[in-house]
């Protein structure tokens, strides 16, 4: 152990000086933790965390959180060590959240939070799990961002923070109404920053597109794909929110982006080949609900809510399964057994 001396070398700070800070540094627009809508069960305050860096650690150490390893973000069950995966999409989410937050004097915390949070509802197989359970719910939808509030609300109560729960409810721009914090804008320009670079890039590596078949307009504004492409995005962000005082990007580079994004979708989201692998991944996320549907007895106690429809229940329990359970387990339940 290293020798102090008589000096001391460090200095305490405990959640009243990290609040004290919030209120000194913070912009007016950010979130105050001392001014959080508060939780669902009150609870005593931590000693040292605040009530978003509670939070966070308790979205860390949840099972949700650890199986989005083992998620897809966009191809399926790819060969090869260098492919983004539900959990690094995450990871990277949170860092751009953070940086944006940082710059523009927001909570970092509770971006962080979010960011963290966002995506664990998430089904195996990604966005085509959504596809897949979609008709059982019917006219509505199945939509994982509401699925990651209802993990922290029941199926793993963690008893969060409304402002946190209402960022991951809202951290997708589909959803309306938005969210009612900067810290969760800056999660929403976050997730789609980190998907479009890196999904590309991952398209690169996987042969699916040639870097030459970029959309020029996108070249010339952000550069190269990858880093080039974040510190561009981000940077445009920050500037037009100083600018204006709400996070958003100016319209010229969120057309660009808009533009990517319909090229993504065209190119690499809706290819031949992921249209194959999404079919595949659509009739077996089908037969696990169908047949959990029809043998209710089979749905592991955990995920069991009394109150719940059944739909529900299966959903739940098929939806938490990582990519690989899923597939081992319709391999068990719908692969003949060979006679030896």
């Avoid at 804008?185 to 920053?193: E, H, K, M, S, T």
Wanted: proline share 5%; charged share 30%; glycine share 4%.
């Amino acid at each position: 152990m290293q020798e102090t001396g008589d000096t001391p070398t460090l200095r305490r700070r405990d959640r009243a000086t990290r609040e004290a800070e919030e209120d000194e540094r913070l912009s007016a627009s950010a979130s105050r933790s001392v001014q959080s809508r508060g939780r669902e069960r009150p609870e005593d305050p931590d000693e040292f965390r605040t009530a978003f860096e509670r939070d966070r650690d308790r979205i860390i150490h949840s099972k949700a959180f650890r199986r989005l390893k083992h998620k897809t973000q966009v191809f399926l069950n790819p060969e090869g060590d260098h492919y983004v995966t539900r959990l690094t999409h995450t990871m990277q989410v949170t860092q751009v959240a953070r940086s944006l937050a940082a710059a523009l004097s927001l909570n970092e915390p509770l971006a962080e939070a979010i960011a963290l949070g966002h995506d664990v509802g998430h089904s195996p197989f990604g966005h085509t799990g959504e596809d897949a359970l979609s008709p059982y719910f019917a006219p509505a939808e199945w939509h994982h961002a509401a699925q990651s509030v209802r993990i922290f609300e029941v199926l793993e109560d963690a008893n969060l923070t409304w402002e946190v729960r209402d960022g991951i409810r809202a951290h997708s721009w589909r959803v309306d109404p938005p969210p009612a914090t900067a810290e969760a804008f800056c999660v929403r320009f976050a997730d789609r920053i980190a998907y479009l670079a890196h999904d590309a890039l991952d398209a690169i590596r996987a042969g699916v597109l040639q870097p030459q078949a970029l959309p020029s307009t996108v070249i010339e504004r952000f550069g190269q794909p990858g880093r080039e492409w974040v510190s561009a995005m981000i940077g445009a962000v920050i500037d037009e929110s100083l600018r204006t005082g709400a996070v958003r990007m100016d319209a010229p580079t969120l057309a660009v982006m808009t533009e990517l994004r319909d090229f993504m979708f065209e190119h690499v989201y809706q290819s031949d080949e992921q249209s194959r692998q999404q079919r595949r991944a659509i009739g077996i996320v089908r037969d696990l609900m169908d047949w959990h549907l029809e043998r209710p007895q089979e749905i592991p106690a955990t995920y069991r809510q009394d109150e719940a429809a059944l739909v529900v229940q299966a959903a739940d329990y098929i939806a938490g399964m990582t990519d690989r359970f899923a597939l081992a387990t319709h391999d068990r339940l719908f692969r003949p057994a060979l006679n030896l």
